[in-house]
Structures are given as C-alpha cells and as structure tokens.
C-alpha cells in the first residue's frame, strides 16, 4: 500500500519507557517518516528536540490509560504538553461515567480539552471499546463530536483486548466524515493493520510499527 507509513503514530506508552528507548523510537520514526511519535507528557519537550524539522507530529496522552481524573486535571495535563510543543493529544474519555449513563459529564470532560488547547492540537478521543457495548460506542463516538474533538480512537492498549476492525467499521459509519478514527492496541502485522483501514480507520497507533513496514517491504519485493 502506498503510503502506509503516514498511518502510524509510532507509539511507545509503556511505564518503563527509558530515555534510549525513547531515542529509538524517534529516530525509527525519522527513518521511516511516520506520521507521528505518541509518548507520555514526561517526553514531550525530548521528542520535540529530537523530531524538529523533520516534520514528524508529536501527540501525548492525557488521563492515561484509565480517563478517571478530573476534567481539570486532563486539561492541565493536555495545557502542559502543547505548551512543551504536542501538536496531539490522545485523551482518555471518563469511562465510568459514559457506562452510568452520564452524557454530560462525558462530553464536558473532553471539551474541557479541547478549549485548553486552544486550537494549537489535534484532540483524539480513546473511547476503550473493549470495555464498551456497541450502543455506548455510538454514544462515545456522538459524544466526541459534539464536544469538538477531532478523533475518536479505539484504545489505549492498557485494557484487554484493543482495535478490533468491527469496532472501528462501527466508529466510522458513525462519525463519517464529520471525525478521524484512530485504530490502536494489537496492531502488530501488516494483515491487522490492512484490516483497520479497510475497516475505515485513518491513523493507526502501534508499537510494532516497524516491522509492519519491513514485512510490507518483504512482500512488495517478493511480489
């Protein structure tokens, strides 16, 4: 496929990230040209150092991977790393709130975001679909929209089971035209990968997403 590398936000969110690791993964995304690098907010202004003038993104997570602080407390999370220079922010939904049936607070939750930011980034909404039933993935998908994200994102990878392409498929007839959907969480072959854009997804956020590009590599040489 032709530019599959602009798919991937090349992501390494683990807790025992390390500075080297860090380093890898920016310079495998320069190496590459992925669209983006995604990390925690502590990396940010690194990443920014590392990637500058390469014209690869820099997206950070917000109220991850649970969604269960504050609107404050994501707000000032999301302030801090546009401030250190994110150009995205990947931002996890109150998901107990969502299941309680709480659409005000859910969708205030994440416009709280969206204001602090001003406009400076991309909002991707993680929705966690593994832990939500078909008409609450709906409801997060019209949620995300009215509250002005730009994205809603299948996961954080951190919950079980990740991107599943019906549920990306659904997320899509949903929002249309009107959002981007991000596929995320055990993307880890070029067959997966296929699958979630065929599902509809328009960016894919994977660890892997290397050996993705080698193994599309193999198989356009071995063609």
């Not at 992925?34 to 014209?55: D, M």
């Not at 709906?138 to 996961?155: D, M, N, Q, R």
């Amino acid at each position: 496929m032709k530019n599959l590398e602009k798919y991937f936000d090349h992501t390494l969110l683990k807790p025992d990230a390390t500075m080297d690791q860090i380093r890898k993964i920016c310079m495998e995304a320069k190496k590459y040209s992925f669209y983006a690098v995604c990390i925690n907010s502590c990396h940010v202004p690194f990443v920014c150092r590392e990637l500058k003038g390469t014209g690869v993104k820099v997206a950070s997570v917000v109220g991850f991977p649970l969604g269960a602080c504050d609107s404050e407390t994501k707000a000032f999370e999301a302030e801090r790393a546009v401030y250190n220079g994110a150009d995205e922010i990947d931002m996890v939904i109150n998901i107990g709130a969502l299941k309680d049936g709480n659409e005000s607070l859910v969708e205030k939750d994440i416009q709280r975001v969206v204001e602090i930011c001003g406009g400076q980034a991309v909002i991707k909404v993680i929705i966690e679909t593994c832990l939500l039933t078909r008409e609450e993935i709906i409801k997060a998908c019209v949620l995300s929209e009215k509250a002005g994200a730009h994205f809603v994102k299948t996961s954080t990878g951190f919950s079980g089971e990740g991107a599943v392409a019906s549920d990306v498929k659904l997320m899509k007839e949903t929002v249309g035209n009107n959002l981007k959907v991000k596929a995320s969480g055990g993307i880890r072959n070029l067959k997966a990968a296929m699958q979630m854009i065929e599902a509809g997804a328009d960016r894919i956020g994977a660890s892997a997403s290397v050996a993705i590009m080698e193994e599309l590599k193999q198989t356009t040489e071995n063609k």
